[in-house]
């Protein structure tokens, strides 16, 4: 009898499974404010910028005049020292928060309430952004990184501008020790083998063998061990587009 594979051994969480989230600052996450001060300006300063481990971009420690901190994604182009301002009446300058109706078409915008009053979602990676595309009725259309659109809550609150740190990604990590340190602050496990180069045993995708291999779809409902490949899958592989003649 084989041995369970990995995904089902996470679920134990022993010491090779478990992420350093002692380690990380805080949440980001806007402040909950009363209405009446949502209708006016809520004035507040960067007092710091600080790395919390297993995330891609810096944190921004932001004092309100109403006494209340918090910890927010760092837009670009913002400074510590930087006065910022939230509220329905904010201007539209980068780092400050409003509301995403009353937000202009066409202007980017970076972490995004799903639900008013959430703290913030959405677009909260490196380098992301959303753009507002236009108000409607049903609420606002916003262009997510993906490329795909979606309508949001006006009362929803979003930040002006790009999160910073963009093109992390794009820099090799040259040793397998950067990427293992990484990994760890994530709570990842590394290195990942390919279940191809697994035996049939420990693996569905195990052996040498073509025949041998189980299907690559499975349902979402499939329990750990069986769920590996394309889960829930739409479509049995990636669809080819055809080039038009």
Sequence with gaps: ???????????????PYKASTHKRVAPARYPLITKEENERTVNGVIEDFVHDPGRGTPLALIR??????????????????????MGKKAPIEIGNILPIGNIPEGTIVCNI??????????????GAYATIVAHTPQGTI??????????????????????????RTEKPFLKAGS??????????KYPRTRGRAMIAAVHPY????????????????????????????????????????
């Design 206 to 245: 195990g052996s040498s063998k073509r025949s041998a291999r189980k299907g690559t779809t499975v349902p979402r409902t499939a329990p750990p061990g069986q769920k590996v490949g394309l889960i829930a899958a739409k479509g049995a592989g990636q669809k080819r587009k055809r080039k038009a003649r």
């Design 1 to 15: 009898m084989g041995k369970r594979i990995r995904v089902q051994r996470r679920g134990r969480g022993g010491s």
């Design 142 to 167: 916003v262009k997510l990184p993906s490329g795909k659109t979606r309508y949001i809550n006006d009362n929803c609150r979003a930040t002006i501008g790009v999160v910073s740190a963009a093109g």
């Design 179 to 188: 990427k293992f340190h990484l990994m760890k602050a994530k709570g990842h």
């Design 113 to 126: 309430e799903l639900h008013p009053g959430d703290g913030g979602k959405i677009v909260k990676s490196s």
């Design 64 to 85: 309100f005049e109403n006494g209340q901190t918090c910890h927010t994604v760092v837009p670009e182009g913002v400074y510590i020292g930087q006065q910022i301002k």
